[in-house]
Nanobody, 122 residues
Framework: VELEESGGDSVQTGGSLKLSCVVSEYTDSSVCVAWFRQAPGQQREALARIDTDGSTIYENGGAARFTISRRRDKNTVYLQMNRLKPEDTAMYYC?????????????????WGQGTQVTVSS
């Protein structure tokens, strides 16, 4: 599995962005895909994860303004981010869990994309 993120940009406070994560070899084999972010000098933070059947889990308050979704026909997982704040400024990464392991059971994500930068100015 390979992952490639896109959609990062510079926006003003209150704006929206939709990040995309193209997952190569995204087949019917169950692969949990998650979004994380990491700001400079801070630890990586989990935001949301989604299973092949569309089941979702949100973490660290991600459900308040973010929505994770997927389109299997495009092998793509999205992260819709609304009402952005300067504290949302970070590098955003998507990651894939081990095959056949559903999201609630994924303890470690072995495959990561290169990240896409989101910058929110006040």
């Amino acid at each position: 599995v390979e992952l490639e993120e896109s959609g990062g940009d510079s926006v003003q406070t209150g704006g929206s962005l939709k990040l995309s994560c193209v997952v190569s070899e995204y087949t019917d084999s169950s692969v949990c895909v998650a979004w994380f972010r990491q700001a400079p000098g801070q630890q990586r933070e989990a935001l949301a994860r989604i299973d092949t059947d569309g089941s979702t889990i949100y973490e660290n308050g991600g459900a308040a303004r973010f929505t994770i979704s997927r389109r299997r026909d495009k092998n793509t997982v999205y992260l819709q981010m609304n009402r952005l704040k300067p504290e949302d400024t970070a590098m955003y990464y998507c990651a894939a869990g081990p095959e056949f392991v559903r999201c609630p059971l994924v303890a470690r994500f072995p495959t990561w994309g290169q990240g896409t930068q989101v910058t929110v100015s006040s």
